[in-house]
């Protein structure tokens, strides 16, 4: 068997998308050493969700103390639940029908229910089925409610074909749960509605509320939608930097989330965020809440930064305020994605037009090429102790013509095309004042933020400058505000 011991590293986050929110949330910390299993495996199998263990009489196993092994935890409450990672294989040694229907001895004692058992010695057990996380009653096609009753766990097969689809509907699962690009991964059953409510199709002229379906296909369903959650604990909510606000929840006090986010880590995944839906700034960690539904998924990144591609996979040139290149260029490779912070309309004399360009944020160490294709090495060595070529840091700008938006954030222009014509003029020390205001409360700030004292040391050259329009002075202004923003808010994970 497969032990849970390694850490997961959040820069490798991304193929870790499936420690289910449903029901119960844990607490990863809290394990406990388990009975001395049974001395030879009959198989192994796969879960597809964290689940409760139950005993041979079909309840749910409580304990008090916490001190399990790698394959079991304890949620809030103190019941015990599987351990999941990715797809790793769990051994069984048999299997029990227990109150009709079908569980996997896991453990001494530990039995878990076959509705949330994906894999079995390799053959994959709910291809072309669902599962029932409550019990549902059955309709007709006409939403007539028949006398039938299904009970929570039901492995059903389902009548419509899964399809592919690019947005989100309000129900809807990820193909791969554990995927990089989740996004491109939306799988969708076919809803049939039905007096303004969602039903699933059965066979024989049966369907079923979407409501009530755990799994398709082996794979989490997901709300696409507000949910309502329970405050276990007293606790402050956090930004998605994982820093807490000033706001408290109470204990038992009831909150809407809408996303669940895979959070910046120091050092290794430890749960899920969820984004709080009357405070989109804030986010609750997974221990402190009970949330029945699941959500769908981001990456703390993709509420963070803004990406953009080249359009035709070829290197990306950079320019500065001015729209004028800098004989440098971002090296990019097919679907290669950098990041920018901000769109500007930037005036273009010689074309007497304004033109859009995104700022772009140097936090990628990208390589960088001058205009005759050698690379631009800079003072600054990699974990070999090798010069590496990355931009050196400064106000630069990617022709928003020459890129595709791929993600994040979808950034917003700061000013107008009319604003960037009409800002062409000569700034004054009037037009000066905030900008030297802002560096002069700035200066003592610094942390040694590489952006951050570009940002100086452009609004420094600006100042000093009696050739600076006021469209520069404007920008400085914005670069310094942004880039002093992104020393609490841009983190990287130090485990990475």
């Not at 409610?145 to 690019?166: A, C, G, W």
């Not at 709300?223 to 405050?231: E, F, I, K, L």
């Not at 931009?391 to 990617?398: E, M, R, S, T």
Request: charged share 25%.
């Amino acid at each position: 068997m497969m032990k849970l011991t390694k850490k997961i590293c959040i820069g490798l986050m991304a193929t870790v998308l499936v420690f289910s929110p449903i029901l119960l949330s844990f607490n990863p910390v809290q394990t406990i050493q388990a009975a001395k299993k049974p001395a030879k495996a009959k198989g192994s199998l796969t879960y597809i969700e964290p689940s409760y263990v139950y005993n041979k009489f079909g309840q749910r196993i409580k304990r008090k103390n916490s001190n399990f092994n790698g394959d079991f935890i304890l949620d809030p409450q103190g019941y015990v639940q599987t351990f999941t990672y990715e797809e790793d294989n769990y051994d069984y040694f048999a299997i029990r029908t227990i109150n009709g229907q079908k569980y996997y001895k896991v453990d001494n004692g530990f039995y878990v229910n076959e509705a949330v058992v994906k894999d079995v010695n390799g053959k994959d057990t709910k291809k072309g089925k669902l599962v029932l996380k409550h019990k549902a009653a059955v309709y007709t096609k006409k939403g007539k409610r028949t006398t039938q009753t299904l009970p929570k766990n039901s492995i059903l097969k389902y009548k419509d074909k899964v399809k592919s689809v690019t947005a989100m509907p309000k129900y809807f699962f990820y193909e791969n749960d554990f995927g990089w690009h989740l996004d491109k991964l939306i799988r969708y059953l076919p809803i049939h509605n039905i007096k303004g409510q969602q039903f699933y199709a059965l066979s024989n002229n049966r369907y079923i509320k979407a409501a009530n379906v755990d799994s398709i296909n082996g794979h989490i369903v997901r709300y696409n939608g507000v949910a309502s959650a329970t405050v276990l604990t007293k606790t402050k909510t956090e930004t998605v930097m994982s820093r807490p606000t000033s706001h408290t929840l109470k204990k038992g006090q009831k909150i809407k989330v809408d996303l669940t986010v895979i959070p910046w880590q120091d050092d290794s995944f430890e749960g899920y965020m969820y984004r709080l839906h009357d405070y989109p700034d804030e986010f609750v960690d997974e221990s402190v809440i009970l949330l029945k539904k699941n959500l769908p998924i981001k990456l703390y990144t993709d509420l963070v930064f803004s990406y953009v591609a080249s359009k035709n996979t070829g290197n990306i040139q950079l320019y500065d305020f001015n729209g004028k290149p800098i004989n440098q260029s971002i090296k990019t490779g097919d679907n290669d994605q950098v990041k920018v912070d901000g769109l500007f309309y930037i005036w273009l004399p010689s074309e007497n037009k304004a033109e859009l360009f995104y700022h772009y944020l140097n936090q990628d160490d990208k390589d960088v090429v001058n205009s005759d294709g050698t690379k631009v090495v800079v003072d600054d060595t990699n974990n070999l102790g090798k010069p590496v070529a990355r931009l050196l840091y400064g106000n630069n700008f990617i022709k928003a013509s020459d890129v595709n938006f791929t993600g994040g954030i979808e950034l917003k222009p700061v000013n107008t095309a009319q604003d960037a014509k009409e800002d062409q003029q000569i700034a004054t020390i009037a037009d000066k004042k905030e900008l030297q205001d802002l560096f002069n409360e700035s200066k003592v700030d610094s942390i040694g933020s590489h952006n951050y004292d570009s940002a100086l040391t452009n609004a420094s050259a600006v100042l000093r400058s009696d050739k600076a329009t006021v469209a520069e002075v404007k920008e400085s202004m914005w670069y310094l505000k942004t880039t002093k923003i992104q020393l609490t808010s841009m983190n990287f994970p130090r485990g990475d």
